[in-house]
């Protein structure tokens, strides 16, 4: 096996232990960030006299060859080398002799891999941040359509006051813009460089660590060597960020199960985002949305992990630091997935206007704008929201909606009611007389379309 070490030791690990140390077969994922990383080094070697300039343009143009190779898949990821940066540190040696023995001076593997996994994982961020805004842009879109589609609006999955289909899919809207904004604290906080923390306690060398951060795209260098390189905070960060996307993703798609059921019927899915079964002709599954939600356990373990990871560690750098990997990784790739997954998926759904309209209509979903009704006609409000209840067990018992039930009776209750209760309590008056800043009127929806359009092209 090619090591970095192993002039203290008399013998080689077993077999098994190597491949129980190694992680090369899932960091090899980030090649890119650690040659990256090594040419800012070499470049900052030489500023400042370590290297003569011959020697760093020897190992940049090596690192460049190499980086080439790997990215056309000329290059083997071998499971003789330990992990990438042994890779990629054992090649250069190969390829430019013992040149290539001078890239490590003033380095260690531990600022190394924390520098690795920092700009992975602030580039991962990044992008997940640009999924995060097309998954908006087809939110907001579907709002712009939606304007006046009339839906019935739950607490307890029970219907309770009426709104509109523009309104329901704004509050995901403002989930998503918190995750971006979540994205936007998270990557500002990545912003030092550890590079030239070596091993825990810095380096005799004069490096100038500034420059190296400098180069790297960072705010400047790590304040704490030993925190540097003993840091994963970024990486718990994210996993916490990509967890509450996934848990918005999931709230999501438990609403479109069910607005795609024969009971609902809000909904139809394109068949591009559907299944159907092997044994029952008539299934239309929404598989998509079904695996969405059920692919939120795989980011929550992640997060859990790493927590569990860190939290009894000693400081400064631990082995088992090394499992910080495998589970962001997964985590990354399946909240981008579904990401992706879900824009589509909203993207090319068709809903019925009419379907949720008539839904809206029953459940008694304007019974509070009945007790308004008799407050603005001077009865106190819990005396109005009895008089309302009562109506409501007598619509039961008549098997009708308020809508529906005769003005005689509405003035057993209460002789406050007039001919005007049934336009006070029409779909359109229960959602057009809403006029507090966030509410479904259309008019307001209609503002909040625009001012998310113009967030779409600050953001975008």
Known sequence: MAQLWGGRFNKGVTAFVNDFNASIMFDNRFYRQDIRGSIAHVTMLAKQGILTDEERDVIIKGLEEILADMNEGKLEISTKYEDIH????????????????????????????VLDMK????????EIRTLLVAWIRVLVGQMEKNLETYMPGFTHLQKAQPVTLAHHLGAYVEMAKRDVSRMDDSVARMGTCPLGSAALAGTTYPLDRAYTAELLGFDGPTANSMDSVSDRDHICEILFNMSVIMMHLSRFCEEVIMWASNEYRFVELDDAYCTGSSIMPQKKNADVAELIRGKVGRVYGALMSILTVMKGLPMAFNKDMQEDKEGLFDAIDTTKDCLIAAAGMLETAVFRPEVMRASATGGFINATDVADYLVNHGMPFRDAHGVTGRLVLRCIDLNCALDDLPLDEYRKESELFEADIYQTISLETCVNKRITVGC??????????VAYKAWLAENE
């Open 119 to 126: 700009m992975y994982v602030r580039d991962e961020a990044i």
């Open 440 to 449: 479904p009127n259309p008019k307001l929806m209609g503002e909040t379309v």
């Open 86 to 113: 042994s890779l990629v540190e054992s090649e250069l040696i190969r390829r430019v002799g013992d040149t290539g023995k001078k890239l490590h001076t003033g380095r260690s593997r531990n600022d190394q891999v």
